[in-house]
């Protein structure tokens, strides 16, 4: 295994680029030596060499929390986040009575600090070390499909499990371009972690779903946790003896944030982008895929909604619920809106015809990769023949109860196997895992919610094409072409008997064979079990065309490489959850014909929005006077004449960002960056450097607020503070 001694197809990527780079492109931190001359240039102070060693500053200082991104903002162990990212756990910890959601929570002392919610994690990236050859090599090229897929799977498999030393690791093999390269990826992870501040959510999340994905907007989106571990220094279970983690490296606040074309840049995790995929691709999710799970989403939040009182337990249950489905949902809605008022489909369609016709003009590109678009476009196709089934059984998928009955079966068969041989997820090293997401079960489910959820997709399974209903399923719930009153009353009578609502069954079936768990008379488990067979097939069909795609997608991406460098194009991989940095300035951008969006809001601008008691726009009284009397002390920014709340810049980010510091050129903590704007959403999929806007909370308000209005001075004096 060597560092970054690299494949073909990689090795385009780490080539040096003669053009301006502009703002796009999420790099990897090797390849930032590459890119020295556009860092400095765009006004850099750090040395960009260093930047690409994660064993140092500021590297060092960047975590992931999975799925979302964090930063250590003290010495010891503090971290700094979203208000969003840090949901789960504020709502793990309300309740009707206590609810932090709504009020906020300042711990004056440690002591005062709350076990965030179960499963909650700090991973800092410790190495990435190239292992194409590795996962790639070696496997007979006679292998296809399925026998491929576990192929690369097994590879995976055996390099994580000689990675994971112990407990404190977990390692990972991330596949980049596609699987034109592979990086084996090492975290330290420690497994204590709690909540330390949270503003109320009328700052945390202010505008709400109206506001997000939109500029103008004055969110303080962010809140801390801090990481605690073992007196050792290791990373240990939750325990009240616990110290807080001594990290190596923390980033210093800058406490009068950026001005306009000011240098910034985002170092994190982004989640995933398209922005290679085929033109067949782009239709199929443009056309079809994202317009149906947007409705899908907005029905799933009206029914939450109808079965659950404003406030109630009931619903601060299904608070992150509804939040993660109303955001994409918003997020889908509007890359349709821009797919059909903009012309990437006939953009990709040239560029691919232009790829076409540029392998032709050379004989052995031409014999390697000209039919690879065709054999890949046909997989695609391939894929979409049971879409719609799919999808819907995906939604019904995310219920509580069939998913946990689904998953206990699953775990069952899976444990008969030596562990190397388990699928993934349900090994020795994803149990803790396993029971903590099983334990928190019982904060995130309502059963009259759930069941409503199951009722309301089911009567639009009934409308599939029968070619694509599934046999087992129908006989399981006694459906008979659209009739469902059998199904219906079947399904109360679930509800009415499960005992896998009860925590204690739900662990004492992690323990069960496959044999006890057939034998068990739960509702919900014989539902498992009828659709055992029918699961494992599916998952079969679907690793095998993944096996196929495996083998023809990298060689499509090294043609789609070799001919952006022929046009002296920037290369990037796309996102994949692994950690990267891109750059650019502050800067506003002009939405429409006729508006220019200035690059900052203001207190004064939020306070405009406040609506009373409104769900989305209502502010602290604390805040609100404090605005009134211009109380900023030395956080105001004079140009503004007020607190900027939130800025823009053209840095290029995506879902997986959310929660990362903001770093000025000589590596200051100016903020987090926690949303894009409207007009950019679709820029996961199409970069355009006209509306690739980033949505960031600016640090003087969050010290202004923690200062002035929430009395967490604590935090404030535990920070390094550059004014
Ligand atoms: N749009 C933000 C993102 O995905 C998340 C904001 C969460 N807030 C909300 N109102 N749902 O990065």
Redesign the pocket.
């Known amino acids: 295994m060597k560092k970054w001694i690299i494949s073909a197809a990689a090795l385009a990527l780490s080539a040096p680029f003669s053009l301006a780079l502009a703002d796009e492109g999420m790099w990897q931190p090797h390849q930032l030596p590459d890119i020295k001359e556009q860092l400095v240039a765009a006004g850099l102070k750090l040395n960009p060499d260093d930047m690409s060693d994660l064993s140092k500053f500021p590297m060092n200082a960047i975590i992931s929390l999975g799925g979302c991104t964090a930063s250590f903002i003290s010495d010891q162990g503090l971290v700094v986040t979203n208000h969003?990212c840090a949901y789960g756990s504020i709502q793990h910890n309300s309740s009707e009575k206590n609810n932090l959601l709504a009020n906020g929570f300042v711990a004056k002392t440690k002591q005062e600090e709350l076990a965030a919610a179960p499963g909650s994690r700090v991973y800092i990236t410790e190495s990435l070390t190239d292992v194409t050859a590795e996962v790639t090599g070696g496997i007979s090229a006679k292998l296809t499909g399925n026998d491929y897929y576990q192929a690369i799977e097994n590879n995976r498999k055996a390099l994580v499990a000689d990675c994971e030393i112990d407990d404190d690791y977990r390692c990972s093999v991330s596949s980049f371009h596609s699987g034109a390269s592979y990086v084996l990826i090492k975290l330290l992870t420690i497994r204590d972690v709690r909540l330390a501040y949270a503003p109320p959510s009328s700052i945390g999340?202010f505008g709400?779903?109206t506001d997000?994905?939109q500029w103008p907007r004055q969110t303080g989106?962010w809140a801390f946790y801090r990481a605690y571990v073992g007196k050792d220094g290791k990373p240990a279970d939750y325990n009240t003896d616990n110290v807080p983690y001594s990290n190596k490296a923390f980033l210093k606040v800058n406490a009068a944030g950026v001005d306009e074309g000011d240098y910034v840049m985002v170092l994190g995790y982004p989640g995933s982008t398209n922005r290679y995929r085929t033109a067949v691709e782009v239709e199929n999710n443009f056309t079809w895929a994202y317009p149906k799970a947007k409705l899908y989403r907005e029905e799933y939040i009206d029914v939450i909604k109808q079965n659950s009182e404003p406030g109630s337990d009931q619903r601060i249950k299904y608070a992150s619920n509804i939040?993660s489905l109303?955001?994409y949902a918003k997020?889908y809605g509007s890359m349709v809106e821009s797919y059909n008022k903009g012309d990437m489909l006939v953009r990709k369609q040239q560029l691919e015809s232009d790829l076409v016709n540029w392998l032709a003009t050379d004989a052995d590109m031409n014999a390697q990769y000209g039919g690879t678009l065709v054999t890949l476009n046909k997989l695609i196709e391939q894929s979409d023949e049971t879409k719609e089934r799919d999808l819907l059984l995906s939604y019904m998928g995310r219920t509580t109860m069939m998913s946990v009955a689904e998953g206990l079966l699953r775990l069952s068969h899976e444990q008969a196997k030596p562990d190397a041989q388990r699928e993934p997820g349900y090994q020795e090293r994803d149990l803790k895992r396993y029971e903590q997401s099983i334990t928190s079960v019982n904060s995130r489910y309502v059963a009259d919610i759930d069941k409503a959820l199951i009722k309301h997709f089911l009567a639009k399974y009934v409308y599939l094409p029968m070619e694509q209903r599934v046999a087992t399923f129908d006989k399981f719930f006694n459906i008979t072409g659209k009739d469902l009153s059998k199904a219906n009353a079947k399904i109360d009578q679930m509800y009415a008997n499960t005992e896998l609502g009860e925590l204690d069954t739900r662990l004492a079936m992690m323990k069960m064979s496959e044999k006890e768990m057939r034998a068990s008379s739960d509702p919900f488990v014989q539902y498992a079990v009828s659709q055992f067979d029918y699961n494992m097939a599916e998952e079969k069909r679907s690793k095998s065309l993944s096996g196929q795609l495996q083998q023809v997608r990298p060689e499509y991406m090294s043609a789609v490489i070799a001919f952006k460098k022929s046009r002296e194009e920037a290369v990037y991989a796309d996102a994949n959850s692994t950690l990267r940095i891109t750059f650019g300035n502050v800067k506003g951008y002009s939405p429409r014909d006729g508006l220019i969006a200035k690059p900052f809001t203001t207190t004064e601008g939020m306070l405009a929005k406040y609506i009373p008691d409104d769900d989305e726009f209502d502010l602290p009284l604390k805040l609100r006077e404090a605005i009134k009397e211009k109380r900023y002390g030395s956080y105001a920014n004079a140009k503004l004449n007020s607190v900027p709340v939130n800025y823009l810049s053209t840095l290029d980010i995506t879902?997986g960002n959310?929660g990362s510091p903001t770093l000025n050129a000589k590596g200051e903590f100016v903020g987090l960056v926690?949303?894009g704007v409207y007009e950019s959403i679709i820029g996961d999929w199409d970069y355009d450097p006209k509306y690739k806007r980033a949505i960031h909370v600016s640090s003087p308000f969050m010290l202004w607020v923690m200062d002035e209005v929430d009395g967490a001075e604590n935090l404030i004096k535990e920070m390094e503070i550059v004014r």
């Open positions: 969003h999340k709400g779903d997000n994905w989106d939040a109303a955001n997020n879902g959310s926690f949303d």
